[in-house]
């Protein structure tokens, strides 16, 4: 950091990219997309993180933030193993149908304007076979 | 006193170890041996009660042997001292002996007499007094029956040797009511049978409110005395203030009256015959319910501090005497006549308990005694107390052996001529018969003799109630006379007059098998010589022996009364004359009497319908009550915790429609509520 960069521009980029992320998550409906904003988010506490910790002058804001993008890293395996397994059951990533985890005798909300479905539905990757599927012995249940 | 204290836990222990191997080892792997362990349990604990009895009869000179080992101690809590002490003096070995001797003799007994629960066979179905005909199924599982009733009465027996061992009134209660529990079980024993299960609950219940009694009187002796347990410790630290003296007597006077079946707790007895034969005789006649005697006779140091106390004592048990000799007169049920007269009999020991007034002052260390007329009553109390023992077991004894050859019909109007054909049975209820009526020299005479005469020495001493006790004593020589005939109409409709069997004895009646009628013999015996060998003057073994109880003073023996001997000679024969006249030789004249005064008969044969009053006026108000309760337990209680559940539901209603399931809303309220920290903490910083 050159001394005459003061803190607060730092702290603006980060609240900038928080910002961001936020009205991002709150306003797009894709499921890969918001997750993306949510990882913003997280990027713009990093930055945060990282220009305090300089201004102070030691190394527990580096430290956090290796562990964040440690942490983001693993966090968006997960998060992309389910998104695709959302897909799966709807055909969509619109998060607005999922609405089953609500309250009992709540009617769900209509979407008025739907995400646009794609008019030919994408199949799902499938490996080419190779080699042949070995014989399974039949297992016996002994319960 | 030579040491016994390395013997004294045996005497509990034996029928312990028997109950609990009868229990585990009976049903698999000794079933139709199932009796060995209870009849050698119960021979040891005599064999070791006889030792005790000698060490503290041997010990020589004029002091009051007294032993008292503390083995460990129970629990500890604060003021709580509880000590598992047993204690051996005089009054404590005569019960041992009496108690041990007579369980070994009916252990064997029932051998012949439970020999039915071996095959299944519906024993159970016995054909009672009112008719109520066959209403058994067999107990379950096959030969069970066997090896629980001798386990039950291996338990009975440990629970009573621990009552009358016990050196504090935590362990006395304790075998209070394990004696309680194993009553309700015996009585039960035939628990498929309506009637059994009704009877053992009944008893169970009675008992229990003046177990109540015994309580709060165990809890009034603690506080009172310092937060003392022990007996000695007790009977020294009391304060001896009239009021709470006279309380604590009538608080154990409720407990006695309960476990002994006095006038208003007596109801349970008569019903308990619902149990095996045995069993009536052990618990329902001999040793169970004498424990509230016991208990009195224990606590005479405190008794004779309450004069009051003891003519209610005294008052109950005559009352109680008379009452079911007046009752007893008139029953068909030949077990339920023996009941009635148990329950007079006991009457007859609180009526002589009642009589022990004069305070013998305190002993040079403090300790309140007796006077040589309340020792000489008390004495005379537990005198009765042993003779009866024995005359009632065997009468009992003698009965089962009836019910045996008889295919367990037990209605006396069903039988009768039976002295050909049950010969022994027949000797050996007369013998019981003659000592219960009192006649000499049979043992009933002498102890009977000394409790009304008790009873005029106090009508002579009493300052205030000397007229009381007069009373009192003309009542008890009514009773005798009453007792006299009632027996001897048992005795001569059943075994007198033409032969009649009923068909349930299945054309094969016969006399019971060796087992039954050899301890039957032995009891003959005690029950005929007992009396005269223990009383006669000069000696007068009884009395001296136990006077060396710790808390009675031995005074002049008092010489003996020969008048009031005859007299009660006289109207115990009287008695037994009228008996002869009216059911040998004028058969009809107890039917034409009966019909001559209607009201008395209906009033004695429906046991002056005390069950009914009690029915009307407890039974029914407090099941009133409940269903009054159960409305208010379901509309209102109920109702008060519904709404109480209801007032969060309602509240949770009005945040329903946040929870639409929509991830985006739940992110922006929380966007929103951060903002709202934010500012909040921006603002008011």
Known sequence: ?143 | MSDVSYLLWLIPALPLAAAFITAFLGPKLLRGQSHWPCILGAAGACVVSVIVFWAVYSTPGEGKPVQVVSYYTVFHAGAVNVDFRLRADALTALMLVMVTFISTLIAIYSIGYMHGELHSEPHGERQDAHGHGHGAAVPPGPNYGYPRFFAEVALFIFSMTMLVLGDNLFILYAGWEGVGLCSYLLIGFWFTKPSAADAARKAFLITRIGDVGLFLGIMLLWVGSGFHLDYQGVFDNFPHDPFYVTLACLLILCGAAGKSAQFPLYTWLPDAMEGPTPVSALIHAATMVTAGVYLIARCTPLFVQAPVAQLVVACIGCFTALFAALIALTQNDLKRVLAYSTLSQLGYMFLGLGCAIGFGGFAADGRPQAGPEATAAVSASMFHLFTHAFFKALLFMAAGSVMHAMGNVIDMRRFGGLRKLLPTTHWTFLIGALALSGLPPFSGFWSKDEIVGAAFVAGHHSFSFGAVYYALFIAAMATAFLTAFYTFRAYFLTFWGEERIPEEAGGHAHESPAVMTVPLVILALFAAAVGAVLALPPWRLFEAFLVRTPGFVEGPQSPPEYLLMGVSAVVAAAGIGLAYWMYVARPGTAAQLAHAMPRAYLLSSHKFFVDELYDYFLVKPVVGLTQFLRIIDQYVVDGLVDIVGNIPKLLGALFWPIQNGLVQYYALLMVLGLTVFLLALVRYR
């Open chain 1, 1 to 143: 950091m050159t001394p005459e960069l003061p803190l607060h521009h730092y702290l603006v980029v980060g609240a900038i990219l928080f910002a961001l992320g936020t009205i991002g998550f709150l306003a797009r409906r894709n499921l890969i997309i918001m997750f993306l904003c949510a990882e913003m988010m997280l990027q713009g506490v990093a930055v945060n993180l990282v220009a305090f910790a300089r201004y102070r002058g030691n190394l527990e804001g580096q430290a956090f933030t290796l562990f964040i993008i440690t942490v983001a890293a693993c966090e968006a395996a997960i998060a992309l193993a389910l998104i695709l397994m959302l897909f799966r059951n709807k055909r969509s990533l619109d998060v607005s149908l999922w609405q089953e985890l609500r309250e009992p005798r709540q009617e769900p909300i209509v979407d008025e304007e739907p995400l646009p479905t794609p008019e030919r539905e994408a199949p799902n990757p499938v490996l080419t076979q190779a080699g042949l599927e070995p014989e399974h012995r039949e297992e016996k249940s002994h319960v």
